[in-house]
């Protein structure tokens, strides 16, 4: 349409939709409205936008199961938005694959930065080494993860994360590193977000039971075994 950035915007509250779509526009990207979650899934099943932003709270799937249903075909930055009081279900959306969320009520440039630190998370970038670890294959430049020969789909957040601890392996990366190299500097409190995306991507590298590749140092942060 306009070469913008187009991004899926799901909430049933037509004031919130609208408030995103003015803040969506000024910050140079598109924004693609539904107010229910099966809408949202048809619209991103027609024309996959470049990220999402969902609420939680819809009248027919939430936005865990919206979330949950996206990441079986694709890998586009995922936004929930929560209220006040919804820890756990932020934890279940970000186990379900989200790559970030923003409580409400949320501040312009806040959502802004989380989502344009989503989608640079996202892309790829050049001169990156390729690793074989027993039977993990990771290139960092093609983005592409193999266990035993076997694709592993991540999010790019669980990307990001992993290319962190690998180019750093043997080291040591405290809570703090992780949160500020992988999310950003507002975000270096924010250990619940850290510890659901180390799990969700152990439980796709690993073998099951055993911490092989990502070490915990307890109460202090994780390394990638070299």
């Known amino acids: 349409m306009n070469g913008q950035p187009r991004v899926l915007v799901c909430d049933d509250e037509p004031q919130i939709v609208r408030a995103l779509r003015v803040i969506l526009r000024d910050a140079g990207f598109e924004a693609v409205p539904a107010s229910t979650g099966d809408e949202a899934l048809d619209l991103a099943a027609v024309r996959p936008p470049q990220a999402a932003i969902l609420d939680l709270m819809l009248p027919d799937l939430d936005g865990v199961e919206v979330t949950r249903r996206i990441r079986e075909w694709s890998e586009m930055p995922i936004i929930v938005l929560s209220a006040v009081g919804e820890e756990e279900r932020k934890v279940e959306a970000l186990a379900a694959g989200a790559d970030d969320y923003v409580t409400k009520p949320f501040?312009?440039?806040e959502?802004?930065?989380?989502?344009?630190?989503?989608?640079?998370?996202?892309?790829?970038?050049?001169?990156e080494p390729a690793?074989?670890?027993?039977?993990?294959?990771?290139?960092?430049?093609?983005?592409?993860?193999?266990?035993?020969?076997?694709?592993?789909?991540?999010?790019?957040?669980?990307?990001?994360?992993?290319?962190?601890l690998v180019r750093n392996r043997g080291r040591l990366m405290t809570h703090r590193n992780l949160l500020v190299e992988v999310w950003g500097v507002e975000y270096e409190d924010d250990l619940q977000v850290l510890r659901a995306h180390v799990a969700n991507l152990r439980r796709k590298i690993e073998p099951p039971?055993?911490?092989?590749?990502?070490?915990?140092?307890?109460?202090?942060?994780?390394?990638?075994?070299?």
């Open 209 to 226: 039971g055993e911490h092989v590749f990502i070490r915990t140092d307890p109460g202090v942060g994780y390394r990638f075994a070299a």
């Open 107 to 109: 501040g312009p440039r």
């Open 111 to 127: 959502l802004v930065a989380r989502l344009e630190a989503a989608l640079r998370r996202a892309r790829p970038e050049a001169e």
């Open 131 to 164: 690793i074989a670890v027993d039977g993990l294959e990771i290139d960092l430049a093609a983005r592409s993860v193999r266990r035993e020969g076997e694709a592993i789909h991540l999010t790019p957040t669980e990307f990001e994360l992993l290319r962190v």
